[in-house]
């Protein structure tokens, strides 16, 4: 025979899982509000403070192998914050769609699988390693 919980039982889990997905949806939204300030005004930031450092005479710029290089590492870096964002948005949604299911398995009086609870998801480490390596932390 299947083990079961008690109604109390089944009631806190899944307030708790439910209160689990309000925060990592909270979390995404200050990660994302966060990324698209720093992306998006960041850049203006530091025109401004190279016009500050040399007192408004910037010479122009010699289009030379160290352009280049400033380019391509400037555009590398801008996609790789948003291939990190993206990855570590696709594992917080995997997470919560987990729980989701746990939540369902939970009100049909089911015990969830072990594996849909736990956390981190795989990868989830890679995501966190190469988002400091990025942040330069």
């Not at 025979?1 to 089944?10: E, L, R």
């Amino acid at each position: 025979m299947a083990k079961q919980y008690t109604a109390d039982i089944v009631e806190a889990r899944i307030e708790h899982l439910t209160k689990e997905i309000e925060t990592v949806a909270a979390n995404v939204m200050t990660f994302r509000t966060r990324m698209g300030f720093t992306v998006l005004v960041g850049p203006f930031i530091v025109m401004g403070s190279v016009l500050i450092a040399t007192k408004g005479e910037v010479a122009k710029p010699t289009v030379d192998l160290l352009f280049f290089a400033s380019a391509i590492v400037a555009v590398a870096s801008y996609v790789g914050m948003a291939e990190w964002g993206a990855r570590f948005d696709k594992n917080m949604s995997k997470k919560c769609d987990a729980w989701r299911l746990a939540i369902m398995e939970l009100s049909r009086n089911k015990i969830p699988k072990k594996e849909i609870i736990e956390f981190p998801l795989p990868g989830t480490k890679y995501a966190y390693h190469s988002g400091f390596a990025l942040a330069g932390r």
